[in-house]
Nanobody, 124 residues
Framework: QVQLVESGGGSVQAGGSLSLTCVAS????????IGWFRQSPGKEREQVAH????????FYVDSVKGRFTISRDNARRTVYLHMNDLKPEETGMYYC?????????????????WGQGTRVTVSA
């Protein structure tokens, strides 16, 4: 079972920045994709971004393009989510998740390992 540990959440004002970190218990090349997901109050869980562990492929939901950057450090078994110009509606729990499946990184159900989450609060 892959263990994922997130950190880096906190409270910021609108327009501020945060960087989230997700450390995996296995080497990233043993996985295929790592994703960041957001669960905001009253909303369904949303995949914010994902990154391939084997290539430079990344995905961003439209609402964060140009403001969020996902990256990885295979040597550190770590995936990052750098978030700039945060908005109050982006308040919520942020989870990283991992999959070893190919072909469906946009399908939440393909992610079989999940972290406990880190809370992000953006005040107006």
């Amino acid at each position: 079972q892959v263990q994922l540990v997130e950190s880096g959440g906190g409270s910021v004002q609108a327009g501020g920045s945060l960087s989230l970190t997700c450390v995996a218990s296995v080497r990233l090349y043993e996985l295929t994709f790592i994703g960041w997901f957001r669960q905001s109050p009253g909303k369904e869980r949303e995949q914010v971004a994902h990154i391939s562990t084997r290539s430079s492929d990344t995905f961003y939901v439209d609402s964060v393009k140009g403001r969020f950057t996902i990256s990885r450090d295979n040597a550190r078994r770590t995936v990052y989510l750098h978030m700039n110009d945060l908005k109050p509606e982006e308040t919520g729990m942020y989870y990283c998740a991992a999959t070893s499946a190919w072909g469906a990184p946009l399908d939440d159900s393909s992610y079989t390992s999940w972290g406990q989450g880190t809370r992000v609060t953006v005040s107006a």
